[in-house]
Structures are given as structure tokens and as C-alpha cells.
């Protein structure tokens, strides 16, 4: 598996967020983003999902450009912004919902997940009942419990307790073999803990982190 990004621009209006940006991401890795808000992690996440279309450039994963044409990448599963949940829903209910949509995965692989990211025990409380940090967990649940080969997390961290963060760090390093998988997050901590290759983003700009 492999993500090749090449001389890729993003500019709203005026704006110049991604400035000719040359990139690889390959399997067996874990990527780090790290910056500052609006440096343009969040963006480039949403290239790579084809959220977004570039202004110049292209991005292609196994060779093909699905900015082209408009689609989702199939084996590609991604935690953006605020996690968004029906609210009356339970938290197993919600990614019972999710899985329907492929039908890859029973209630065994769910309720496996939900043990994973240490949600087991509030897989019934409504959605709306949640903290943040079972918000954010349930976030993660619904990125990796079909195993896709590309996984990505946008600042999924925020307000997770401890304990669960560790497992969770714990697991996508077990399970990195043959997936590619970017973590952005302004807890360099966790990024440093987590992450195989780290890059920085400044001014539309994107360096590899050397220390």
C-alpha cells in the first residue's frame, strides 16, 4: 500500500494553506503530523480522504487519483474534526449502523473493538450521555474496526484518560504491518510515543522531523 503525494497545492480564495507538497506514505508505518491550528494538517487529512479536491497537484494511492473522480477510497477509513454520532443511539448502536453500510464485520468484531479503546462498559449509555473522551474513543472504534488498510486520526486524543490512550497507542503499533496509518496531534508526547516518522507543518509547508 502506498500513498504518493506530488506537487500538491491547496489554496482557499486568497489563502495558501499547502504550498507544492511531495510526500510518500508507505505500509508497515505509522505517520506523525504535528503544528500549529490552521498550519494545515487537518487539510491535508481531508486531501488524502478526497474531502477536498487539490488546487494543483495530485494524490494517489496505489496509483490511482480518487480526487479524479470524486470517490472515497474503499479500504481507507478516517476520524476527522468532532466526532459526529446519532444522539439517541447507543455507542454499539451507532457503529452497529456504520458496519451495516459494508456488512464486513458481525457484533462479535464490534463488541472486540469496543474492548480495544476501553469502551465495553458504556456501550449502552446513549451517545448523547458521553464525555468527550468516550466521544473520541467511539471516534476510533469506527475508524479500525473493519482493520482498513489506511487509518487516519485527527487529533483523536483529546480528552481520552490515560489508560486507554496507552492501549489504544499500543494496538495501532501492533496492528501497523501492512497498513498505513497518520496520526495529527498537538500532544507531541503521543505523537513522539506513537508515531514511526513525524512531520511538521509550517506556513503551508511540510518538513520530515529529523530529531
Known amino acids: 500500500m502506498e500513498i504518493l503525494i506530488r506537487n500538491l497545492s491547496k489554496k482557499f480564495k486568497d489563502n495558501l494553506v499547502l504550498d507544492n ?22 487539510v491535508l487529512l481531508k486531501l488524502i480522504c478526497s474531502f477536498y479536491i487539490p488546487s494543483n497537484g495530485e494524490i494517489l494511492i496505489d496509483n490511482i487519483n480518487y480526487c479524479d473522480n470524486s470517490s472515497f477510497p474503499n479500504n481507507l477509513r478516517a476520524f476527522i474534526d468532532i466526532p459526529s454520532f446519532y444522539p439517541e443511539k447507543t455507542g454499539f448502536e451507532n457503529l452497529k449502523i456504520l458496519a451495516k ?11 472486540e473493538t ?7 462498559e458504556e456501550k449502552d449509555k446513549k451517545f448523547y450521555e458521553y464525555s468527550m473522551g468516550m466521544k473520541q474513543k467511539l471516534g476510533i472504534a469506527s475508524v479500525i474496526m473493519e482493520d482498513p488498510k489506511i487509518m487516519i486520526f485527527d487529533e483523536p486524543f483529546n480528552g481520552v484518560d490515560q489508560k486507554s ?3 489504544i497507542i499500543d494496538y495501532l503499533k501492533k496492528i501497523k504491518n501492512k497498513k498505513i496509518i497518520i496520526v495529527s496531534s498537538h500532544i507531541k508526547e503521543d505523537i513522539n510515543k506513537l508515531c514511526d516518522k513525524i512531520y511538521c ?3 503551508g509547508t511540510i518538513k520530515l522531523n529529523e530529531n
Request: proline share 0%.
Open 201 to 203: 507543518f509550517e506556513k
Open 114 to 120: 469496543l474492548k480495544i479503546v476501553n469502551l465495553y
Open 165 to 167: 490512550k496507552e492501549k
Open 101 to 111: 453500510i459494508q456488512n464486513k464485520i458481525n457484533d462479535e468484531k464490534i463488541i
Open 21 to 42: 507538497v511531495n510526500l510518500k506514505f508507505e505500509s508497515g508505518n505509522i505517520y506523525g503530523f504535528v503544528g500549529e491550528n490552521g498550519s494545515g494538517k487537518s
